[in-house]
Protein backbone atom coordinates (compact mmCIF):
# COMPACT_ATOMS: atom_id res chain seq x y z
CA UNK A 1 0.00 0.00 0.00
CA UNK A 2 1.17 3.85 -0.03
CA UNK A 3 1.36 6.14 2.92
CA UNK A 4 0.35 10.27 1.80
CA UNK A 5 1.38 12.93 3.83
CA UNK A 6 -0.43 16.44 2.93
CA UNK A 7 1.20 19.61 3.36
CA UNK A 8 1.50 23.70 2.62
CA UNK A 9 -2.50 24.67 3.82
CA UNK A 10 -2.49 27.78 5.61
CA UNK A 11 -4.10 30.87 5.71
CA UNK A 12 -4.54 32.94 2.69
CA UNK A 13 -6.57 36.07 1.67
CA UNK A 14 -8.81 35.88 -1.07
CA UNK A 15 -7.70 36.01 -4.26
CA UNK A 16 -4.51 34.77 -3.37
CA UNK A 17 -2.90 31.28 -3.98
CA UNK A 18 -1.54 28.52 -2.53
CA UNK A 19 -0.18 25.11 -3.13
CA UNK A 20 -0.42 22.29 -1.03
CA UNK A 21 1.62 18.87 -1.50
CA UNK A 22 0.83 15.41 -1.19
CA UNK A 23 4.08 13.01 -0.74
CA UNK A 24 3.93 9.41 -1.48
CA UNK A 25 5.88 6.13 0.08
CA UNK A 26 5.70 2.94 -0.28
CA UNK A 27 4.11 1.14 -3.27
CA UNK A 28 5.27 2.55 -6.30
CA UNK A 29 2.99 6.13 -6.54
CA UNK A 30 3.44 5.74 -10.47
CA UNK A 31 0.98 2.75 -10.09
CA UNK A 32 -1.65 4.85 -8.74
CA UNK A 33 -4.25 7.55 -9.81
CA UNK A 34 -4.32 10.21 -7.25
CA UNK A 35 -6.90 13.30 -6.31
CA UNK A 36 -7.38 15.82 -4.11
CA UNK A 37 -10.86 15.82 -2.00
CA UNK A 38 -11.70 18.85 0.61
CA UNK A 39 -13.92 18.39 3.54
CA UNK A 40 -15.50 21.83 4.90
CA UNK A 41 -16.97 21.68 8.44
CA UNK A 42 -20.24 20.19 8.24
CA UNK A 43 -20.21 19.28 4.83
CA UNK A 44 -18.98 15.99 2.82
CA UNK A 45 -15.89 15.12 1.52
CA UNK A 46 -15.97 16.67 -2.05
CA UNK A 47 -14.16 15.60 -4.97
CA UNK A 48 -11.35 18.72 -6.04
CA UNK A 49 -9.35 17.32 -8.74
CA UNK A 50 -7.97 14.17 -10.62
CA UNK A 51 -5.16 12.96 -12.32
CA UNK A 52 -4.15 9.69 -14.18
CA UNK A 53 -0.91 7.58 -13.40
CA UNK A 54 1.17 9.01 -16.66
CA UNK A 55 -0.02 12.54 -15.44
CA UNK A 56 -1.54 12.05 -19.02
CA UNK A 57 -4.91 13.36 -17.93
CA UNK A 58 -6.43 15.21 -15.09
CA UNK A 59 -10.07 16.15 -14.04
CA UNK A 60 -11.66 19.07 -11.89
CA UNK A 61 -14.63 19.80 -9.98
CA UNK A 62 -16.60 22.60 -11.67
CA UNK A 63 -16.38 24.78 -8.83
CA UNK A 64 -12.54 24.88 -9.14
CA UNK A 65 -12.32 24.24 -13.15
CA UNK A 66 -9.96 27.12 -14.16
CA UNK A 67 -8.80 28.38 -10.96
CA UNK A 68 -7.15 24.90 -9.71
CA UNK A 69 -4.52 23.04 -11.07
CA UNK A 70 -3.28 19.80 -9.98
CA UNK A 71 0.25 17.66 -11.27
CA UNK A 72 2.14 14.80 -9.65
CA UNK A 73 6.34 13.88 -10.00
CA UNK A 74 6.58 10.40 -10.17
CA UNK A 75 10.37 10.34 -10.07
CA UNK A 76 9.81 12.71 -6.64
CA UNK A 77 6.58 11.05 -5.68
CA UNK A 78 5.23 13.75 -5.13
CA UNK A 79 1.20 15.38 -5.95
CA UNK A 80 0.43 19.01 -5.76
CA UNK A 81 -2.22 21.17 -6.03
CA UNK A 82 -2.01 24.83 -6.97
CA UNK A 83 -4.46 27.10 -6.26
CA UNK A 84 -5.32 30.04 -7.47
CA UNK A 85 -8.21 33.32 -7.14
CA UNK A 86 -8.93 31.73 -4.07
CA UNK A 87 -12.73 32.44 -2.49
CA UNK A 88 -14.01 32.05 1.42
CA UNK A 89 -15.92 29.34 0.44
CA UNK A 90 -12.78 27.00 -0.48
CA UNK A 91 -11.73 26.52 3.44
CA UNK A 92 -11.80 22.98 4.12
CA UNK A 93 -9.53 20.19 5.06
CA UNK A 94 -7.76 19.26 1.75
CA UNK A 95 -6.63 15.37 1.66
CA UNK A 96 -4.59 13.98 -0.98
CA UNK A 97 -5.85 9.69 -2.07
CA UNK A 98 -4.60 7.54 -4.01
CA UNK A 99 -6.74 4.64 -6.21
CA UNK A 100 -5.80 1.96 -8.75
CA UNK A 101 -9.01 3.47 -11.27
CA UNK A 102 -7.47 4.67 -14.35
CA UNK A 103 -8.86 8.27 -13.07
CA UNK A 104 -12.19 8.44 -10.57
CA UNK A 105 -14.11 10.93 -8.62
CA UNK A 106 -16.13 9.23 -5.69
CA UNK A 107 -13.90 8.96 -2.69
CA UNK A 108 -15.77 5.85 -2.82
CA UNK A 109 -12.91 4.66 -5.32
CA UNK A 110 -9.72 5.65 -3.43
CA UNK A 111 -8.83 3.18 -0.43
CA UNK A 112 -5.89 4.85 0.37
CA UNK A 113 -5.86 8.61 2.25
CA UNK A 114 -3.93 11.15 3.58
CA UNK A 115 -4.42 12.58 6.97
CA UNK A 116 -5.23 16.62 5.40
CA UNK A 117 -4.00 19.86 5.84
CA UNK A 118 -5.90 22.63 6.31
CA UNK A 119 -6.67 25.67 4.02
CA UNK A 120 -8.54 28.89 5.28
CA UNK A 121 -9.75 31.51 2.52
CA UNK A 122 -10.49 35.02 4.52
CA UNK A 123 -12.68 37.76 2.86
Known amino acids: QVQLVESGGGLVQAGGSLRVSCAAS????????MAWFRQAPGKEREFVAA????????SYADSVKGRFIISRDNAKNTLSLQMNSLKPEDTAVYYC????????????????WGQGTQVSVSS
Open 51 to 58: ITRSGSST
Open 97 to 112: AASTYYIATNPGQYPY
Open 26 to 33: GRTFSGYA
